[in-house]
């Protein structure tokens, strides 16, 4: 019994990375002010030339610094559109997301099925051996374990710095924040392309070490997850994991029973919450 | 006199402006086949020429342009209010899959009440899917873009459930599909064409949604909302009970394109009845700017555009994403242009 809860919470972990990447990178922007709605974009982006670069190269390190990459320059598209021309947020985000599903099924096309030596799984030595928590949190690949540092370094950005202070700042009101001496709309793009960065890692996390594959569209509504569960979340980056963690759990054993990645018991259970 | 021709230049100069930006699109994405080693304008010339250069070409536009149509306007209604439905896709499954049990349980009725049944059942279908998203906006303030969005994946799952379970054809050889409906529950189609009578749905909701707009105390009401929320809740105009009506109603009319496509082109419900046409429908009521007139004819183009796509998939072996990549730069202009009208956020 144990045994079962053990390997089902292991997944969990495994499972909720991706999610939680995009979770942290909403947060971020959301606190400036900025839904992005293209998390699902950046993160396939972040898949497709992480998974691209790691085929050619055989580098799974360069891969995952290309994804992250190519998430952020996704996501100043949407940068561009909400702040410089301060187009509808919520539809550029949408926008966003039906370019790069396109543009990564195009140029993802001929890598389909091709096979990669994805991230390796790294076993923290002594902290692996303590019984339970240790399989569950210590055997994993070295994006899980940046995912759960991201998320506390998140929290001390947010609320313990002067950028954080600034970026919360220009989130509850942008006219305080100018006069206050704010670069609003340099904050804002770069919180943005952060953001991207984010997703980007979890579309990396993804296809390097989740999959280990490419497929069109592999992302499956994770993105729109990650920005449901910063509703969830209420904006807080420590509650982020928590959700991350019992939200990829319906995911994963959906994906379990079913032969295709279901999103139906998440969708329920996000219904539910955000009640 | 001096003012309306600078309001007739301007639109002129607007009319062009938005054309060389379409044209922009239009170049970046034969920059990209460019570099793929493909070339664009075969590809253009055969997403034109294979929609446009026959009459078989053209009915194949119009059968594209039916479920758009519906699917834009199932957009547009929530969209007068600013309400973001982006759950046609599932609302158009949903509806399918109930027009699907009454074909077959109760397939053996005579095609004038079965007919009428069917269109009753599969616009239901759609509006109780939308209900929920409505239900837990007025409720509890969900966020009805997420949620609508969220809920396409479950309607795909439900009728994917459907069709390899109960529903399963005993004699496809276990294929993934419901046996034929019976001829009563077919539309028409006319003369060669795969045009059908769903056409009618199509343009009789466009036309009652115009006139709803315009002449109503309801459409009245709609525009105040979307202009001016807090104006309309102090001047006592019920926004829930609008929440509720609108995405229903345009839950509806997605479900009445499902029951179409299954009615009609199919005649059994099977996975992957519809390629998209939510999302599509979505864009071309973005590129109408909720217009229902303009909603004809950006349906027209998009279906131009898409049927395109199903051919140079066979015809040059070209991915149809090619034409996402199109539609999803159109809107990303159409949405830069109308944020550039704008004065303040």
């Known amino acids: 019994m144990i045994g079962i809860i053990e390997s089902i919470l292991t997944g969990a972990v495994r499972s909720g990375t991706p999610i939680l990447y995009g979770t942290l990178g ?31 190269t055989q580098d799974p390190v360069l891969g995952v610094i290309m994804g992250a990459l190519a998430g952020g320059l996704a996501s100043l598209i949407h940068a561009f559109m909400v702040v410089t021309l301060r187009a509808n947020q919520i539809a550029s985000g949408l926008a966003l997301m039906f370019l790069c599903l396109g543009v990564t099924s195009f140029i993802g096309r001929p890598y389909v099925g091709v096979r990669i030596t994805g991230i390796q799984t ?35 950005f947010l609320f313990r710095t002067r950028w954080g202070l600034y970026i919360r700042a220009v989130g509850e009101n ?6 206050m001496g704010v670069r609003v709309q340099v904050l804002q793009y770069s919180v943005i392309g952060i953001g991207g960065v984010f997703s980007g890692l979890g579309g990396a996390h993804l296809s390097l070490a989740y999959t280990q594959s490419w497929v069109e569209a592999m992302t499956a509504g994770r993105g729109f997850v990650a920005v449901a569960l910063t509703i969830f979340a209420t904006w807080h980056p420590l509650r982020g994991v928590l959700g991350a963690v019992f939200l990829a759990q319906p995911l994963l054993s959906a994906s379990r029973f079913r032969p295709r990645g279901s999103m139906c018991p998440p969708t329920i259970f996000i219904c539910c919450h955000m009640c | 006199m001096e003012m309306l021709a600078l309001v007739r230049n301007n639109r002129v100069i607007d009319v062009l402006r938005m054309t060389g930006m379409m044209a922009l699109a239009f170049i970046a994405v034969g920059l990209l086949l460019l570099s793929f080693g493909k070339n664009p304008i075969e590809a253009y010339g055969e997403i034109f020429k294979g929609s446009l250069g026959s009459t078989y070409g053209l009915s194949e536009v119009v059968v594209k342009m039916i479920p758009l149509m519906l699917c834009a306007v199932a957009t547009a209604i929530p969209a007068r209010m600013g309400l973001l439905n ?255 009208g704008r004065k303040e956020y």
């Open chain 1, 26 to 56: 909403e947060i971020l922007t959301e606190r400036a002010g900025i839904v992005n709605l293209g998390v699902e974009g950046s993160m396939v982006t972040g898949a497709c030339v992480a998974f691209i670069t790691t085929a050619e």
């Open chain 1, 122 to 156: 790294l076993t923290i030595p002594g902290l692996s051996d303590i019984p339970f928590l240790g399989r569950i949190m210590f055997e994993h690949d070295v994006l899980v374990y940046l995912a759960y540092l991201s998320a506390p370094l998140m929290w001390w």
């Open chain 2, 86 to 340: 982006v759950g046609a896709e599932g609302q158009l499954h949903i509806g399918a899959m109930w027009a699907t049990w009454g074909a077959l349980t109760l397939g053996e009725w005579p095609k004038e009440i079965l007919l009428p049944t069917l269109v009753l059942l599969g616009f239901l279908g759609g509006a109780v899917f939308a209900f929920i998203p409505a239900f837990f906006r007025v409720k509890a303030g969900v966020n009805e873009t997420i949620c609508t969005l969220l809920l396409n994946y479950v309607a795909i799952l439900i009728v994917e459930h459907m069709v390899h379970g109960s529903w399963k054809d005993p004699m496809s050889f276990n294929w993934p599909f419901t046996r034929e409906f019976s001829d009563a529950a077919r539309l028409a189609f006319y003369g060669n064409t795969r045009i059908h009578t769903g056409l009618w749905f199509a343009l009789g909701a466009i036309v009652l949604f115009y006139l709803a707009l315009k002449r109503t105390r309801w459409g009245y009401e709609l525009r105040i909302i979307g202009d001016n929320a807090e104006a309309a809740r102090r001047a006592g105009i019920p926004i829930n009970r609008y929440i509720i009506l609108t995405l229903c109603i345009g839950g509806g009319l997605a479900g009445l394109a499902g029951m179409a496509e299954v009615c009609a082109i199919q005649g059994r419900l099977r996975p992957g009845i519809s390629t998209g046409f939510g999302y599509t429908g979505f864009l071309v009521s973005w590129l109408a700017l909720h217009n229902p007139l303009k909603i004809i004819l950006m349906a027209f183009l998009l279906g131009v555009l898409s049927l395109g796509g199903d051919m140079i998939q066979i015809s040059l072996e070209l991915p149809y994403a090619i034409v996402n990549i199109l539609m999803a730069l159109i809107f990303f202009i159409v949405l830069g242009r109308l944020a550039a």
């Open chain 1, 174 to 179: 942008k006219l305080v924040a100018f006069a």
